[in-house]
Every structure is written in structure tokens, then in C-alpha cells.
């Protein structure tokens, strides 16, 4: 029997516009509604304002902070998965990242089909359209 799988509401944070855009198409493209940002100001204002099932924030890139971003939408966004995503996937970055409130991390350069799996996993193991959370 197939596990159904139900959208997610995903923010993204990536300071590169051609890769935002790039996630995006592929999310959108697997049925999930996504919103995009490039700076974090933007990302604490969203998640300040919506709800996420999951929010995928780039940590440790040139011209963003590190893995504290983390920290600050784990509070605003308690019930929401977190995957921290790094070029600079040293073992430091994603312990602090572990530590500041990711439950997942993405490596880059990211794997566009294995990607895919993941996201469509997280949507597979979600409780139930009328409820909020995933069995984690």
C-alpha cells in the first residue's frame, strides 16, 4: 500500500537567487506550496506571520550569520521541521546547527533527486491533513 503524501508549507532561505528559485521550482513541482526568501530578515518575518510544516535555511554562507538563525525560527516556529543547508558542512557548523534547533542538515552542492526523496519523505510521514505536526 502507498503512503499518501500531503503539500508541505516550506519556507526557504538561500542567498543565491538562481538556486532559490531552482528549490523552489522542484518543491512546487512535487506539489508543495513554497515561499522563498534570500535574506533572514525576511525569513523571521515570515515565519513571524505564516505557519511552516518545514523550513529549510541555508546557515554558514558568505553574507549570512551562522547556525543562531536556527535558534530564532525554532522559536517562532516551534511545530515546524528545520534542515539547516551548508556549502561549509564542516563538523563544527553542523553540531551548532544540531544545537541552534535543525533537525536535518543538507549538504551542498545539493543532489537535486535525492533532495526530491527527502522532501516527499517528510510529506509521507506527516500524521494526517487535519492535524498539525509529524510523527517525528
Known amino acids: ?7 508541505l508549507k516550506i519556507l526557504v532561505i538561500e542567498h543565491d537567487k ?3 528559485e531552482l528549490l523552489e521550482d522542484e518543491m512546487r513541482d512535487i506539489g508543495h506550496d513554497v515561499t522563498k ?7 523571521i518575518l515570515e515565519a513571524s506571520e505564516n505557519d511552516f510544516d518545514l523550513i529549510i535555511a541555508e546557515v554558514a554562507s558568505p553574507g ?7 535558534a530564532c525560527l525554532r522559536r517562532l516556529q516551534p511545530d515546524a521541521l528545520i534542515a539547516a543547508m551548508t556549502c561549509f558542512g564542516t563538523e563544527r557548523t553542523i553540531q551548532e546547527s544540531f544545537r541552534e534547533g535543525a533537525d536535518y542538515c ?3 552542492p545539493i543532489q537535486m533527486e535525492s533532495f526530491k526523496d527527502f522532501i516527499s519523505h517528510l510529506a509521507r510521514v506527516r500524521v494526517s491533513p487535519q492535524t498539525t505536526g509529524f510523527n517525528r
Open 1 to 7: 500500500m502507498l503512503e499518501e503524501v500531503y503539500p
Open 106 to 108: 543538507i549538504a551542498k
Open 18 to 20: 538562481d538556486m532559490l
Open 37 to 43: 526568501v534570500c535574506r533572514y530578515s525576511s525569513a
Open 64 to 70: 549570512l550569520t551562522g547556525p543562531e538563525i536556527l
